[in-house]
Each structure stands twice: as structure tokens, then as C-alpha cells.
């Protein structure tokens, strides 16, 4: 009998331990967006440069770097605002003439290519001034550099926005929840689990060439976008009853 009565006991502490099979749950997305104007633009580009003598391609690379970082201070932009990405030194080797090339092709005199370093130093700078992107675009080509790689646009206070299109999700979540629990004759009870999510686009990408040649330099305009969309997601999932 005692025996019995333990498994009963058992029994009945499973049984109120398990979630009412009366529960009910809605689960619902919200979502908050902000939008500002941008005011930081980030340029990134790259110094390429090869030589068969590694001190020399580093000597060039160095060259072309000193002579941008002047003409960026000549504008007003300061070294804080001037950040090396990468550097790297590879060497390369030439690439043989393939199987059944006509060797009748080969460039007149042809001289046999021979073993080299390449130096690749990516850059970046960082504008509080919008103005003047297309400044440092035509400062950079000025400089001999090889590649503008892109430019891109930001907010520079993005946490504290999009903490705030954060709490609109919520916000939105919750009076979808309530519209449907209203809806159906039911109140909420309490959320049972949050998850968060969003996102930031950059836009503006550009991407330019070193120098060309051209009749008269043209100055460079590149107008920021419109307002930055700082967006928040939420999905919540809330208990309700009668």
C-alpha cells in the first residue's frame, strides 16, 4: 500500500509540474526603423606596386603613400583619420608560355619575364566632412594610387539609434499582440520568449581606377545618399487567457 501510494504521489507531482494542455501562445514580429542622415564616409583604397628587387617595391610604395598622406593633410585631413588596413609583400614568379602557343606571337623583341615582389597596401580614410570625398578621391588618383575600392556612407552614433528602433519593435510586437488577444476575447498573460535581430545597409559603393589620362582634370563630386535606415526586429511569443 505504501508502494501505492508513492506512485501515486509521483504521479500527481508529474501532472502539475507539466504545462496545461490550455496554454495558448501567439507569436508575432515587430519592427522598428529609424532613419538619419549620414555623417561619416569611409574611403578605402589600395597601393600596388611590383619590382623584380623587393627593397625597391617597398621603396616606390612608401613613395606613393607619403605623397597621399601630404596632399590629405594639404586639405585638412589629419593622420588620426588615416588607416592602414594591410600590407603585404608577395612574391610572384612569371607564368610559362602555355603548350601550342604560337611563339610567333610574342611581343617583338620579347624578353623573358623574371621573378619579382608585389607590395599591396590597403587603405583607409575616415571623413567627419562630407564635402570632401571627392577631394580625397582626386587627391588619391593625384598620388599614383592603384585602386579606389569603395566608398561607403554611416551614422556615427548607430548603437544608441538602433537601440532605439529596437524598443519600437517591441512596441510594435506588443500592440499586434494585443490586437489579436483583444480580438479573440483573450488577455495577455506574459511573454514567454524574445529574439532580436536587424540591420544596417551601407550604400554607395563605388568602385574607380587608378589615373587615366584625360584633355583637363575634372573635379570629383560624389553626393552622400539620402537617409540611412537603422532597422530592428523583434519576434515574441506571449501567453494568453481569457
Not at 13 to 33: C, F
Request: aromatic fraction near 6%; hydrophobic fraction near 40%; charged fraction near 15%.
Amino acid at each position: 500500500m505504501k508502494t501505492l501510494g508513492f506512485l501515486l504521489l509521483a504521479v500527481a507531482l508529474l501532472g502539475a509540474s507539466a504545462p496545461a494542455s490550455k496554454d495558448i501562445t501567439i507569436t508575432v514580429n515587430g519592427e522598428g526603423t529609424i532613419s538619419r542622415a549620414p555623417d561619416t564616409a569611409q574611403i578605402t583604397m589600395a597601393i600596388t606596386t611590383s619590382n623584380e628587387v623587393a627593397q625597391t617595391a617597398t621603396t616606390e610604395n612608401n613613395s606613393r603613400f607619403n605623397d597621399l598622406r601630404n596632399r590629405l593633410h594639404a586639405i585638412g585631413i589629419a593622420d588620426d583619420a588615416i588607416r592602414t588596413l594591410s600590407y603585404n609583400v608577395n612574391s610572384y614568379m612569371p607564368q610559362p608560355v602555355p603548350m601550342g602557343v604560337n611563339q610567333s606571337m610574342r611581343p617583338v623583341p620579347y624578353q623573358t619575364p623574371k621573378p619579382g615582389f608585389t607590395v599591396n597596401r590597403q587603405v583607409q580614410i575616415t571623413l567627419k566632412n562630407l564635402d570632401l570625398v571627392g577631394k580625397v578621391v582626386d587627391q588619391a588618383v593625384a598620388a599614383n594610387i592603384s585602386d579606389v575600392y569603395n566608398v561607403g556612407y554611416s551614422v556615427s552614433n548607430y548603437r544608441a539609434l538602433y537601440t532605439q528602433a529596437l524598443r519600437d519593435a517591441v512596441l510594435d510586437a506588443q500592440g499586434q499582440a494585443k490586437a489579436m488577444a483583444s480580438a479573440a476575447n483573450m488577455r495577455i498573460v506574459r511573454v514567454t520568449s524574445m529574439q532580436s535581430g536587424g540591420y544596417y545597409p551601407r550604400p554607395m559603393m563605388m568602385k574607380a581606377m587608378g589615373p587615366q589620362a584625360a584633355p583637363a582634370p575634372i573635379a570629383t563630386e560624389i553626393q552622400p545618399p539620402g537617409p540611412l535606415d537603422i532597422h530592428a526586429n523583434v519576434t515574441i511569443s506571449y501567453l494568453i487567457a481569457p
